[in-house]
């Protein structure tokens, strides 16, 4: 069971070596491993990181006595051996623990010193070591702890690093109390080992089970190894004379011999926990369990087809046990792991499970995705790594990590659903460590609220890890946030548009609604406080003039606005006495005039006027005018006006209602600037057909695409392209240009 550690603490002429006793002597050691299994490692980038690691760990010892450096060595020694990734993880594995238990080092340092790459690795994984000192320990609570774990894996490698990490404090748990060893068996059964079964680390997932099991049941645990340990000389007999027999059989096959193939044969039994679960499951001692152990066939060779090629000479040889032929190559599991799996009746009537499969199937079942690091042609650097099919595949896998529909129990599948839903959440720190839990995209502002109603109504910013950003920052899983704050700030309604949870949409509505609601009385009392100063009383007929012509929607917003010092009431008595009450003189006599014409049609003239003085002037969207149409304005009540094409139906319905708020134009007298337009176009689709259209548009100076929307069916296309253009001419030019590529039909303006 402790297979790798033994061997890995195997020193030159067979002695055990221990580490912590030479910091040079530790160092060669784990530069003699990376030559052998990362031939093409950056040796300097490693020796650089091992001195880091001593120099900020040099006075800490481990409470097993041992210097603390043994210990991030140790991952890094997991890493070289056990899942030969890569100099950089190897380096990341070194640094892991130089932020949190190291003295003085932060990221920004290491960012410096060893690249962004490895900064963001080791960041990732103090991250997580952060989550771990939440001590964790209630049933309940796990998933959510699966969950963030998983929102943190921005590379693949911050896993991999911190299951190595999290095996090697297994492996020396012993010198922790009891307490602190059953709560990192729980943690390591419910949410460690889960992972690298799903990341199909299938030796680090069983051994970590085994030393979980350990200190959660030691009786049962020492009960079954020491029966193991009883019958290991008959079950190795057994399992020679087994293969044996199929040894014999494959060797004189014709086609094998033919083809040099070669095989490699060993047997394995059950690890101590899949035991102790078969007892439990069946109802069964260990003495009566009669599957306590697996063959595996390992053909060099990396053609599948080999391996059902062998599957048939096996059965030949043993008779399969009805419903056990699994074809995992096939239709391999969401970790990547693809073998044939049997079992046969063998010798003396006993079942045995019979795996085979290829030398690449064994390297991914061994080491799961740290295969793919080292079994094509040494390391990958970590883009190529990202961007390969398999990997990428993974990466799918990852993101499903519970959604694996094949053998899994009703329970399992319930987990997967509601795991689902943390898609849609992150989760970030305070400056404590306390933990949130926010919605996806969530903001400063959000997390401030969350905190307490005050802090975020005060909040004027916030730094995340350190760094200053605005109340606008998207919050990411991991974040650690530190709200900014002043007595003097208070909610804007700006900020509703920012804040993305209800809670925090709420309390700004209330401060702004509280905060209105006195301003409207203090505006209330210095205008009514004025007006008697003045001695004039406004009539409402002149006040919904004075709202009018101010642009305030009500009498609430004119207070507001007196109140708040941005209208000053002597300049509203002086608008009043000067313009509100000749005009309102102007419109009575109007409005006697317009009695007297009893009901004589008004002039269908339209006006021509200049379209510089108003308000605002509009492109409509429904007809995106631009230079070169020929245009009309429609005049609204706030005196905005509206530029639509002559021929745009909007102009003939609103001619009928309202032909007065009809205005001729020009370009000329109009600023010219950038214009949105419509293109239609169809054709036949092909490889590489939008790229085309979209190379051929931004080709045009003056020229980009505001939106493009594709829809094929069969062979065909049609799409509409959004684009911002200079005039008529150019539109032209452009559809002209597009209609000449490969596939294109038609191209219209919409």
Known sequence: MFRFQLKNLIGKGGTPYLLGQSEEADLELLLEETRKNLPSADEQLIIKAFHFCVATHKNKIRKSGEPYYTHPLSVARIIVNEMPLDDISVAAALLHDVVVEGEGMTIKEIRSEFGTVIAELVDGINKIKTIESYNIDKEAQF??????????????????????????NMRTLDYLIPERQ???????????????????LGNIKWELEDLGFKYLNRTAYEEIGKS?????????????????????RLSKDEFLKKNNVTFEFNGRAKHIFSIFNKMRNRGLSINELNDLFAVRIIIDSDEPNLC????????????????????????????????????VVGLDNRHVEVQVRSRAMHEVSERGVAAHFRYKSGPLPAQNF?????????????????????????????????????????????????????????????????????????CIGAKVDGRVVPLNYKLKSGDQVEILISDKQEPE??????????????????????SERKLEAKGMKIWEEFAASKDFIVEDAEFTLILQSLKFKDKTEFYISIGHGATDPARIYE????????????????????KQKQGKPESTNKQKKSPRG????????????????????????????????????????????SPAGILDLSWDLIDNGSYKSDIRISGSDRSGLLNDVTNSIISFENTNIQGVSIDTAESNFEGLITVNIRSLEQLNLLCSDILQINGVRTVERI
């Open 575 to 594: 608008f009043i006495r000067l313009k509100v009450r000749d005009f309102a003189k102007t419109q009575i006599s109007r409005n006697g005039a317009d």
């Open 228 to 248: 193991l340990n009883s019958t290991r000389r008959e079950r190795d007999e057994y399992v020679k004379k087994f293969s044996a027999l199929i040894k014999e």
């Open 182 to 200: 059953h709560q990192i068996a729980n943690e390591t059964m419910e949410v460690y080992s889960a992972f690298a079964h799903r990341f199909g």
């Open 493 to 514: 309604k700006e900020w509703l548009s920012i804040a993305v949870t209800s809670h925090a949409k709420s309390s700004i509505l209330k401060y702004i609604n509280n």
């Open 614 to 657: 108003f308000a605002s002037i509009i492109y409509s969207q429904c007809c995106k005018p631009i230079p070169g149409d020929k245009i009309t304005g429609i005049i609204t009540p706030a005196n905005e006006l509206f530029v639509h094409r002559k021929s745009c139906h909007s102009i003939s319905e609103y001619s009928t209602l």
């Open 386 to 458: 990202l961007e390969d099919k398999n990997v990428q595949q993974w990466l799918d896998s990852v993101r499903e990590i519970f959604e694996n529909l094949g053998d899994e129990t009703p329970q399992e599948l319930m987990e997967s659903v509601r795991t689902n839903i943390f898609q849609d959440e992150i989760y970030v720190f305070t400056p404590k460590k306390e933990l949130r839990i926010l919605p996806k995209n969530a903001t400063p502002l959000d997390f401030a609220f969350n905190i307490h109603t005050e802090i975020g109504a005060h």
């Open 308 to 343: 059902f090629f062998v599957y048939g000479i096996i059965c030949e040889v043993y008779q399969p046990v009805p419903g056990t032929f699994k074809n995992y190559i096939s239709t391999p599991k969401k970790n990547g792991y693809k073998s044939l799996h049997t079992a």
């Open 143 to 168: 998933e959510i702890y699966q969950r963030l774990l998983l929102s943190l894996f921005k590379d693949v490698r911050i896993i991999l690093v911190k299951l190595a990490d999290r095996l090697h």
